[in-house]
């Protein structure tokens, strides 16, 4: 029941288009930023970046590929983030049955430095961030104005190459499930990551592990 997005990474051309319709949506400004050597921009997520196109180098299998990981908040469906708020306090954090959207409460902005911190330890995923001197919680919140008005997440309306599919979640798992039989023909090694668990879905080309790197400090 609910929601889900599919993101199968062998079609992300890291355009960014998700990334900055996400900004544009959220009425969110853009911040200043460094070169970590690649075309990764900002280095990571952040109070005023709730999406991020993460750029890798890697080896794959003996050759030199490019990995697109276009990070958002998973909408787990058993989220720790969630019991991390309420053991620091009410609305903080919400779970909307209807779509399953995990979407910050009014109080998210009110948060103070060491609750905000214990919320982001919670999350498996490192997604929730501070704002503004360590105050305040932020993350995706699954575009929960939109969907609950029968509108597509900006990220996914934006996406040019059907990397991104958003919709019923027994339709995107079904679809996730087919969309693997067909890209294993080209990547034998590819899986789907943590379904079951959450609601959105990424179809890893290998080794979901070589998607991320640290930013450079
Ligand atoms: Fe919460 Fe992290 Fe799961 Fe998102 S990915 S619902 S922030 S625990
Ligand atoms: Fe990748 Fe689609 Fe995002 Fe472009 S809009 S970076 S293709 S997921």
Redesign the pocket.
């Given at each position: 029941m609910g929601k889900a997005i599919f993101?199968d990474l062998t079609?992300?051309?890291?355009?960014?288009?998700?990334?900055i319709?996400c900004k544009q949506w959220k009425n969110l400004p853009g911040e200043e930023t460094r070169n970590t050597g690649s075309h990764q921009n900002p280095p990571d997520l952040s109070g005023k970046t709730l999406r991020l196109?993460r750029f890798t180098e890697a080896r794959v299998d003996g050759k030199l590929e490019w990995l697109?990981f276009?990070e958002q908040c998973r909408h787990c469906y058993s989220p720790p983030c969630v019991r991390a708020a309420e053991d620091v306090g009410s609305d903080i954090l919400l779970h909307d049955a209807a779509t399953g959207a995990i979407y910050p409460g009014r109080a998210a902005p009110l948060v103070q430095k060491d609750d905000a911190q214990t919320i982001r330890e919670a999350c498996p995923y490192d997604i929730p961030r501070p704002g503004e001197k360590g105050v305040g919680v932020f993350k995706c919140d699954f575009c929960f104005d939109r969907i609950s008005n029968g509108m597509l997440p900006s990220?996914v309306l934006?996406?040019?190459?059907?990397?991104?599919v958003f919709g019923e979640e027994e339709e995107i798992v079904a679809l996730a499930k087919e969309r693997l039989k067909e890209v294993r023909k080209r990547f034998p090694k590819a899986y789907l990551g943590d379904p079951g668990g959450v609601r959105v879905i990424y179809l890893y080309q290998t080794d979901h592990r070589l998607y991320y790197q640290d930013p450079i400090e």
């Open positions: 993101a079609r992300c051309t890291a355009c960014r288009g998700c990334q319709a196109v697109f276009p990220c934006s996406c040019p190459t059907g990397s991104l």
